[in-house]
């Protein structure tokens, strides 16, 4: 059974770092983009970063480049989220999510159409306060 398990998030203050793990298992690890998307209350869910698990490419989206910083590591099947330089903005609960047939690009700019081979985990908080 395919499973994705985030974890990592919590409370940091303006300036802060946090990193967020997405550990993956039950599915072909290598055929996949994997990326992080958040959702605030009230808005819309928006791609962060995401990553070719086979040759490493990476895309960020404009809010997070510079500041956010997507690895994998392809022993472990876990993706992170390095995130510096945190603003109350970036609040937002955060998801990990596998999906087959796409791009980082495409990926992170919400233009894959869902399938079934696709995969999200439940998510993580996130909040920047003081």
């Known amino acids: 059974q395919a499973q994705l398990v985030e974890s990592g998030g919590g409370l940091v203050q303006p300036g802060g770092s946090l990193r967020l793990s997405c550990a993956a298992s039950g599915f072909r690890w290598d055929y996949y983009d994997i990326g992080w998307f958040r959702q605030a209350p009230g808005k819309e869910r928006e791609g962060v970063s995401c990553i070719n698990t086979g040759n490493g490419r990476t895309y960020y989206a404009d809010s997070t480049r510079g500041r956010f910083t997507i690895a994998r590591d392809s022993v472990k099947n876990t993706v992170y989220l390095e995130m510096n330089s945190l603003d109350p903005e970036d609040t937002a609960v955060y998801y990990c999510?596998?999906?087959?047939?796409?791009?980082?690009?495409?990926?992170?700019?919400?233009?894959?159409?869902?399938?079934?081979?696709?995969?999200w985990g439940q998510g993580t908080q996130v909040t920047v306060s003081s």
């Open positions: 999510s596998a999906q087959w047939g796409t791009t980082p690009q495409a990926m992170c700019e919400l233009k894959h159409a869902p399938g079934p081979r696709d995969y």
